[in-house]
């Protein structure tokens, strides 16, 4: 991560919009450019914490970056947010006052887990939120990653925000897997006979579906039911930015849906 790559996300968003995409892809390649160009103005050079209290929150299975130690600019937040609300209202019909929540309360219930009572007006105000917060919790991830000891992290959900992943990449030689966050982009090492949502290591229950060029995989889980995208790196022709790769792959998720598996969710919520 870091300048480049968000240099570079942008500039492929600019050709994926040249290239005119089909619609949902259209609204998440336009979401993704508001929150990449607020990121690329935005960098923390050192971590909130000493290099031996991100380890010791390791050891103890605690995620490093609680809510409240978060670097928030609320003005800016609120102005992604509303850009990233009239987006979505393009595409699905908003209520004529989405929430009465206030922004910072929501964005505390989104970070640790707990849910809002907004019912079915809650998703497109979660996608927005989401897309509000994450220049912030991505740049402030990249400044605690260097300090996060791989070896001390082996669970399935991400050493700094705690939420579940969303993609699993398979690079180096032998083909090490590393999870990537939903939420904050982290990416983290994990055993590659594992689910990261419900933890089974019962291999009967493990498998994973290649594409016929052997870059991407659907890992399953037959015990939670659970599945997650992966893409080999070690198959990749091209340069391949990670950020996007969960949006160039939406076909995957829809192929898993029909396949009776469902976006892998944590049995437990771990970032309390
Ligand atoms: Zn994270
Ligand atoms: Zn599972």
């Known amino acids: 991560m870091g300048r480049e790559t968000d ?58 970056l609680a809510f409240d130690e978060m670097q928030l600019d609320w003005g800016k937040i609120d102005s992604l947010f509303a850009e990233a609300l009239s987006v979505i209202g393009e595409y699905f019909s908003l209520g004529p006052s989405p929430s009465t929540i206030p922004l910072q309360e929501m964005a505390r219930a989104w970070y640790e887990g707990e849910p809002m009572s907004d019912g079915d007006e809650e998703e497109p105000l979660l996608v927005a939120l989401h897309t509000a917060l994450k220049p ?24 700094i925000c705690g939420s579940a992943p969303n993609l699993a990449v398979l690079r180096g030689e032998g083909g090490a897997r590393w999870l990537v966050c939903a939420r904050c982009d982290a990416e983290w090492r994990f055993q590659r006979l594992q689910c990261p949502f419900c933890g089974t290591k ?20 037959e015990e939670c039911k659970g599945y997650i995208k992966g893409i080999d790196l070690r198959h990749s022709q091209s340069e391949v930015l990670i950020p996007l790769e969960w949006i160039s792959t939406l076909d995957l998720d829809r192929q898993a849906c029909e396949l009776g598996y469902k976006a892998g969710e944590l049995a437990t919520t771990n970032n309390s």
């Open 136 to 159: 912030f919790l991505a740049a402030q991830a990249e400044a605690l990653l260097p300090y996060v000891d791989q070896s001390l992290w082996r669970r399935g959900y991400c050493p």
């Open 7 to 64: 240099k570079r996300v942008l500039e492929t968003l600019d050709q994926w919009h040249k290239d005119s995409l089909p619609g949902p892809i259209e609204l998440y390649a336009r979401l993704m450019r508001i929150q990449a160009e607020a990121k690329s103005t935005i960098s923390f050079d050192r971590p909130h914490l000493p290099a031996e209290a991100i380890s010791e929150r390791l050891r103890r299975g605690t995620p490093v």
């Open 202 to 221: 019962e291999q009967g229950s493990l498998g994973y579906f290649p594409d016929a060029q052997g870059l991407y995989r659907l890992y399953v889980c």
